[in-house]
């Protein structure tokens, strides 16, 4: 579902509230549209749960709608990728510190010029 098709969905079923509570709870489901971004409003939506669930949710007392986990696997996953390539980075940062090649000494120049 669209952000705006949602919110609007979400405004009907709220209307019992009064409009500073409305507007609020609103402004927050709002945000988490605005901070996924306009590419993610349909794994939003999916992870607020419909908008009959949400409102049920902020008439029972909680100011918003708890997220759901649906549509953040790609994040957890980006994020255990990038904490890989970082430990893989600092072992092999770490490593080439004491790293010498075998054979290639000064001595061994030196005697294979000679």
Known sequence: MKKYAYLNRLEELLAELPPERRQAALQDVRARF???????????????GTPE???AQILHGEEA??????????R???????????????????????????????????EASA
Do not use: D, F, K
């Not at 709608?65 to 790609?74: Q, S």
């Not at 890989?84 to 000494?105: D, E, F, W």
């Open 34 to 48: 605005e901070a996924a971004g306009a590419e993610h409003e349909e794994e939003t939506a999916a992870g607020l």
């Open 76 to 110: 957890i996953l980006l994020a255990v990728l990038a904490l890989v390539v970082l430990v893989v980075l600092a072992m092999g940062i770490g490593g080439l510190a004491g790293y010498r090649p075998a054979g290639n000494t000064a001595s061994s120049y030196t």
């Open 65 to 74: 709608p708890l997220p759901r986990l649906a549509g953040t696997p790609h």
């Open 53 to 55: 669930e949400a409102a």
